[in-house]
């Protein structure tokens, strides 16, 4: 069974970076288009970023020239880096498996269906 384990958060001032890893324990990783996801605390789950088995990104308007999604194949993991890390960036982020066949631009929640426990980013003022 694949699962997903997201690493890396923490809590950070405003302006810092961090960089998040999520692992993949199963095989054929470099065949999945991967995303990232966040939840603020009494805020619906966003998407944040997607990269694809070619490595194609697409991000949220909100991040946009701050975070970049990347992958390692040879080491099952996609990260996020984060920079110019505001206040409102603090959230849960989750990593998951984008299911096959949906366009670059499609990501709503229930186009994803193998997802992370999440880690806590905090980013203080």
């Known amino acids: 069974q694949v699962q997903l384990v997201e690493s890396g958060g923490g809590l950070v001032q405003a302006g810092d970076s961090l960089r998040l890893a999520c692992a993949h324990s199963g095989r054929s990783f470099s065949n999945y288009n991967m995303g990232w996801f966040r939840q603020a605390p009494g805020k619906e789950r966003e998407f944040v970023a997607t990269?694809?088995?070619?490595?194609?990104?697409y991000y949220a308007d909100s991040v946009k020239g701050r975070f970049a999604i990347s992958r390692d194949n040879a080491k099952n993991t996609v990260y996020l880096q984060m920079n110019s890390l505001k206040p409102e960036d603090t959230a849960v982020y989750y990593c998951a498996i984008k299911r096959p066949g949906l366009g670059i631009r499609s990501n709503t929640q229930t186009n994803y269906d193998v997802w992370g426990q999440g880690t806590q980013v905090t980013v203080s003022t």
């Open positions: 990269i694809t088995f070619a490595g194609s990104t």
